[in-house]
């Protein structure tokens, strides 16, 4: 009985840890946000929503790995506890590179 409640205890913890970024969807963003842009402006944008994707992902792995550290030395998840867990953030940048990449696909543009 005991090993049982270890075990729910153990699983409730984990379910509170930080994703990895690969496991995180992208938000929904219809590419009409972005329709009335043009190419140029579409590729500077997208250009800069790469660096902001990559940069969360970077920090989402890291809330990841201080989540299985924290809940292995002490048994809370660190980051998603203090803050650092960025799933929100990462799910609405991938969300706006996949709109931003349909709208320059759907206008034809040259891709980079």
Known sequence: MKQLFLLLGVSALLAGCAKGPDAIAPTPIPIAAYSSDSCKSLAN?????????????????????????????????????????????????????????LAMHSKKCPTA
């Open 45 to 101: 944008q997208l250009t800069s929503e790469r660096s902001t994707l990559a940069s969360l992902e970077s920090q989402q792995r890291s809330a990841q790995t201080g989540d299985a550290v924290g809940v292995f030395l002490i048994g809370v998840p660190l980051s998603s506890v203090s803050g650092g867990d960025k799933e929100g953030e990462l799910s609405v940048a991938k969300g706006k590179v996949q709109a931003m990449e």
